[in-house]
């Protein structure tokens, strides 16, 4: 049996980690998952480079800032597999949701029409001279900073003149609002959730409304990790092909949502809802059904496509973020680099995972 360490964070799109680890897929490959809980991102990105983790749960966004340097470290990675697309809501206090709705008529309708009041809102308080709001990302080089900066430009608001943006781990979101520190958040679930569930916050836009496809978390390594060169990799990779298809199939959707539960300590029926996209939005009890609000598994999805590696480069450019040049618009196209997952899936028929519980 391999041994394998793996940082994640408690999010809904750690699922298919956890489904390797905890419903046979590792084992049946000679592999023993250590998956670790950590508390931010920059903790773990920071335990992958020292070469305390094997691999990592990780924003797609941050191991290409890993890979060209931007930030604190530099460590060249590879994403090796993706994890999901989507899955992320932007979430607001109800004090600021009441302020919102009462600024336009159907104003908590729809994203768009969200931004729009939400701008009106922006504009009155600049006028009148008062603080701006301030909204949480996750981190800066994260999906959920484009989101936000994208959700407030079709709102006529400029995210670095208007509002503030500050960075906040995913588990401190709920806690950050309910203090006061925060008037919103855009995060992955079960956080938004959980800020509904305990009162404390409105969904007020949901990431596929903003960005229909966004790739969101991937599995990463070293460059230099020996799980690419041993056979472990290879192995790994089929694990969590299989888990993956696992967790998307709606019938497996509780046994899921119990795992998820059980290593995050949140109540099983929140984490089904976040698998089914069935998301309770407000303390009023309204709901808005989004079936691809987060996805694990489905034609091309997992496997690494150089083109996200450009494009994430290139909105990383367009937010000022990285260098505008051929070098490091190729170095990023090289952290999706589908080798690894070609030669562990792509030779042979895919294994079957309905017999494994």
Not at 54 to 69: E, F, R
Not at 128 to 145: G, Q
Not at 179 to 200: E, H, M, Q, T
Not at 310 to 315: I, K, N, Y
Request: hydrophobic share 50%.
């Amino acid at each position: 049996m391999i041994d394998i360490s793996i940082g994640y964070l408690p999010l809904t799109d750690a699922a298919t980690l956890i489904a390797a680890a905890d419903f046979g897929f590792a084992e049946r490959e000679g592999l023993r998952l250590n998956l670790q809980r950590e508390v931010s991102w920059a903790t773990l990105r920071d335990r992958l480079a020292v070469g305390h983790l094997d691999a990592a749960h990780m924003l797609a966004p941050l191991a290409v800032a890993t890979s060209l340097g931007l930030g604190q470290l530099r460590r060249e990675l590879k994403a090796v597999f993706v994890l999901n697309a989507n899955g992320n809501a932007l979430t607001v206090s109800p004090a600021l949701a009441r302020e919102i709705a009462a600024a336009a008529a159907g104003a908590l309708d729809s994203a768009q029409a969200s931004a729009q009041a939400l701008g009106i809102l922006v504009a009155a308080r600049r006028a009148s001279a008062l603080r701006p709001l301030t909204f949480a990302s996750t981190f800066p080089f994260s999906s959920h900073t484009t989101l936000l900066r994208t959700f407030l430009a079709q709102g006529g608001i400029d995210p670095d003149r208007d509002i503030e943006i500050v960075v906040v781990p995913p588990p401190f979101m709920v806690d950050c609002m309910d203090k006061g520190l925060i008037d919103g958040f855009c995060v992955g679930s079960p956080w938004n959730s959980l800020a509904v569930d305990r009162g404390k916050g409105v969904i007020l836009a949901l990431g596929t409304e903003i960005v229909p496809e966004a790739v969101e978390k991937v599995l990463a390594l070293p460059a230099d990790a020996g799980l690419l060169r041993n056979g472990a990799g290879e192995r790994l990779l089929r694990a969590l092909d299989a888990a993956a298809s696992f967790v998307e199939d709606p019938g497996h959707r509780q046994a899921v949502a119990q795992a998820l539960g059980a290593r995050f300590d949140v109540a099983a029926e929140v984490m089904s809802r976040t698998l089914s996209g069935e998301l309770v939005i407000d303390a009023a009890g309204r709901r808005r059904l989004a079936p691809g609000f987060i996805r694990f598994a489905c034609a091309g999805l997992n496997r690494p496509d150089p083109a996200t590696g450009r494009a994430l480069h290139a909105e990383m450019v367009q937010a000022g973020q990285a260098p505008s040049d051929v070098r490091a618009a190729q170095l990023a196209a090289d952290v999706f680099d589908p080798a690894l997952y070609d030669a562990s899936l792509l030779a042979g028929q895919k294994p079957d995972h309905r017999d494994v519980h």
